[in-house]
């Protein structure tokens, strides 16, 4: 019998070796189903650390975005404080000027003031002589006649003379009452009650004392005046009117049905003696206080005693030279700068100045 040749290799030599290499790879997968379990775990926290780093990065931006633009209203800020800073220096330096001019102006004022009291006293004691000296009452050479309310005489000391006599009066709306406060009230009226109002009454009565008075030799123009200046006989401007008695009743007519309405304008009324050919050697002026405006509409809203000076000034500056001014100057109510350059005017151009209480003429 023939013997078996030996193989190494063997079937259970194979059982064997495969046994071996499926145990090492079960302890494999064991040992790695581990290791993922734990390395899932440590994967998972360090996502959510990741995640929790990342929502703050976001936070944190969104806080870096905010502060920046509050640097920039910050900044902005800054600057407009700044601006306002330099702003207000400038102002209260510029208000530190003005109140020491106001000053200035204060003591020049108090020294006029003197001055004006002293011509006041001298002016009473001619007033007492020339009344002690004074004719009686009676009929004078005058185109017209003028009889006031009441009996009593006045020492008015104005001077209706020359050939040429020319009578500004003021038609603006401070006509209507000497308070603010009614002058307000009165403009939102009917223009009968305007016309009927006790102050313009009184300046229409003085018109036509004036014209009575002036000599029958002269000629004479009247005008109205506010905002602008205009004669009361239509198609005269700038043209002498003779003196008699039916043009002057038509002129005042045409005065007393005039309402008085808008601003002051003294200087487009002085430039009308410049408008007359020849000037006139005489100018009287019913008026209430000083120009409100002047050739041209004021752009500002509230115009102070200041301006008013300022406005006068500027009208004076357009009379002609040598022209004598007379001022009959009504009651005001917020203009005490008024008396004093009206009564300036006067003593500058040889004219009067007259303050009529209610009752004149």
Not at 191 to 199: F, M, T
Not at 315 to 333: C, G, R, W, Y
Request: include cysteine.
């Amino acid at each position: 019998m023939a013997r078996r040749k030996f193989d190494v290799f063997s079937m259970s030599f194979l059982d064997a070796i495969c046994c071996g290499f499926g145990s090492v790879v079960l302890i494999f997968m064991l040992i790695t189903a581990q290791g993922n379990a734990h390395v899932k775990k440590l994967t998972d926290d360090r996502r959510s650390e990741a995640l929790l780093v990342e929502q703050q990065l976001l936070e944190g931006r969104k806080n870096l975005a905010e502060l920046r633009n509050s640097l920039e209203v910050l900044d902005k800020a800054k600057v407009t404080t700044e601006g306002l800073s330099a702003r207000v220096i400038a102002e209260l330096d510029a208000t530190r000027q003005e109140l020491a001019e106001s000053e200035n102006e204060t003591l020049a004022r108090r020294a006029r003031l003197e001055q004006l009291k002293a011509d006041v006293a001298s002016l009473e004691e001619s007033a007492k002589r020339l009344e002690s000296q004074a004719a009686k009452p009676g009929g004078g050479a005058s185109v017209r006649g003028f009889k006031g309310s009441g009996d009593r005489l006045y020492l008015t000391g104005m001077r209706v003379g020359g050939q040429h006599v020319l009578i500004l009066v003021d038609a603006s709306a401070s006509m209507l009452d000497e308070t603010l406060v009614n002058i307000l009230r009165m403009r939102n009226m009917a223009d009968d009650k305007k016309l009927r109002s006790e102050k313009w009454r009184q300046a229409v009565s003085i018109a036509d004392w004036i014209s009575t008075q002036i000599p029958t030799s002269a000629q004479f123009q009247i005008y109205t005046f506010n905002t602008h200046a205009e004669p009361l006989v239509e198609g005269s401007a700038g043209q002498w009117l003779k003196l008699d008695g039916p043009t002057l009743e038509k002129a005042l007519n045409r005065l007393r049905k005039i309402v008085p309405k808008d601003g002051t304008s003294l200087e487009n009324a002085f430039a009308v003696a410049k408008q007359l050919n020849p000037q006139p050697d005489n100018l009287i002026v019913i008026t209430d206080g000083l120009p409100t405006q002047g050739a041209q509409p004021s752009t500002k809203k509230l115009v102070d005693g200041d301006d008013r000076l300022r406005l006068f000034e500027r009208a004076i500056a357009v009379l002609p030279k040598k022209l004598a001014v007379s001022t009959i100057l009504l009651p005001m109510e917020g203009d005490p700068a008024a008396p004093s350059a009206f009564w300036n005017l006067a003593k500058a151009t040889q004219g009067s100045f007259m303050a009529p209480s209610r009752d004149w003429p």
